[in-house]
Structures are given as C-alpha cells and as structure tokens.
C-alpha cells in the first residue's frame, strides 16, 4: 500500500460523519454509512487501488471501529459483525469501481447490452433472453441498494 493512497483515502473518510450507534436504528445507519462510503470512494476515485487494500491509518481505522459499532449495537455477533465489516467494504468497492470505470467511458461489456443478449438464440438462454432489457437498463443504484438490503437482512437475520 503505497503512502499517497494511505492519506488520500484518510482524507476521504474524514468526510464520513459516523452516527452514535443505536440499537433501534442500527440497520439504517449501516444503510447511511454505505452509501456514504460509495458515494467519497467514487467521487474520490479512490477504487480500484482502494480494493483489498487492509485497513491503515486514522481515519480508515475509525470507519471501521464505527462501522462494527453499528453492528454490535444492534445484536450482529462478532463473528459475524467481522465478516460483514469485510463484506460491506467489497460491495462498496465493487459498485464503486463499475461506476469509475463507465464515467471514464468505458463501454459496457458485450454481455450486459440489451442487442447482445436479445441476440443470443432463445432456445439455449431463454431466460436471458427473455430479460434483456432489464440486464441492460438496470442502474448501479438499483443494483446497490438491492445488494445493501440483502446484506444488511443477511446481517439481521442472527
């Protein structure tokens, strides 16, 4: 992990404004906080070197901490609570990184444009042909918040 990465991503998560954990409201604020998460680590352009980078420094380490604050706050077991500290940091850096690679114009790869899809013969994919449109139209927020709900009831479900 080379140094200028280290105080940028820092920097970045000094942004992030942690709530007080709350038992009551523990899975939306694990919802805030990931959201935030994504929004610095793409604004910041800080993925892909950011992706399963071990945490250092400060700012990095206090995310963290207050991210499995949450977690414990509201019941998430340790065990658990570690493996989805982990897990909330793959999703944000997975959507994170689609989305810096479309906004640096990258082109979709050819299996999630619609015309691709629609192409293949029906009677091999019928399921995705019949779902093509919805492959191809579907935004990362969609996706996203898709995902961080499955996670988070993942989470919950002890």
Known sequence: ????????????????DLPEPDPARWEGQ???VARRLREVMTIR???????GM???????????DGVLAIMRAGGVPDSRSVA??????LIVNGISLEEVRCAEGRES????TNEYIASLPGDRFPHLTAVAREL???SLDVRFELLL????SGLADT
């Not at 352009?45 to 992706?51: E, I, K, R, S």
């Not at 071990?54 to 963290?64: D, E, K, N, T, W």
């Not at 989805?84 to 940091?89: C, E, P, R, S």
């Not at 709900?149 to 988070?152: Q, S, T």
């Open 1 to 16: 992990m080379t140094i200028p990465y280290v105080l940028a991503l820092n920097q970045a998560l000094a942004e992030i």
């Open 30 to 32: 694990l919802a805030v």
């Open 45 to 51: 352009d800080l993925v892909p070197p950011g992706a």
């Open 54 to 64: 071990p945490p250092a420094g400060s700012q990095v380490l206090g995310c963290h």
């Open 84 to 89: 989805g500290l982990h897990l909330l940091w």
């Open 109 to 112: 790869p050819p299996h999630t």
């Open 136 to 138: 191809a139209e579907q």
């Open 149 to 152: 709900g499955i996670f988070i």
